[in-house]
């Protein structure tokens, strides 16, 4: 999950979404939508980039209801972000995670999917992951030295961003 973090945090911040270390950590349709939804924010002058990967304090590992997947559900702590934004506002991210992880054919296990809050998750302990839960998890963060360029990422622009290697098929 940590390598997964530093990964899209790594290739947000470099606007290359070809990465492989992000590509081989997630589906391509995961990193499709991160290209697109870091387009958007170019072409609405809000980039941003991140100062370290989003930190995670797993607090949970449930198989899933289908084969082959497990759910990783979690307490994330405050994202550092250096942002260009028109309005000013600041973004907010919730505390509460859970990844779902699928094994690929290589025996390696991929994020096919992020819910960050919205659904509730019952831990084997019979509670809810609540954002109350989270405040007493300790979560460890870690920041990137040199801190990321945001006004070269501004600069490179559209043209600038890498989109994601497209599926073949033989891409998980």
């Known amino acids: 999950m940590r390598e997964a973090e530093t990964a899209l945090a790594v290739a947000v911040n470099a606007n290359d979404f070809g990465s492989a270390a992000l590509n081989t950590r997630r ?60 309005s000013g506002l600041p973004r907010t991210f919730s505390p509460v995670m859970t990844y779902t992880l699928e094994m690929d054919e290589d025996g390696e296990r991929r994020i096919v999917a992020v819910d960050a809050g919205e659904v509730p998750f019952t831990l084997p302990t019979g509670e809810l992951l609540t954002e109350e839960l989270c405040q007493g998890v300790d979560v460890k963060s870690g920041r990137f030295e040199p801190a990321p360029d945001l006004a070269a990422l501004v600069e490179s622009g559209l043209d600038g961003l890498v989109p994601p290697p497209s599926p073949s098929a033989t891409s998980p």
């Open 27 to 86: 589906t391509y349709f995961g990193v499709q939508g991160i290209a697109l939804e870091a387009e958007a924010r170019l072409a609405t002058n809000s980039a941003f980039v991140y100062l370290g990967p989003r930190p995670f304090e797993p607090v949970a590992v449930v198989p899933a209801a289908e084969g082959g997947k497990v759910s990783v559900a979690g307490c994330a702590g405050e994202v550092s972000l250096m942002e260009q934004r028109p």
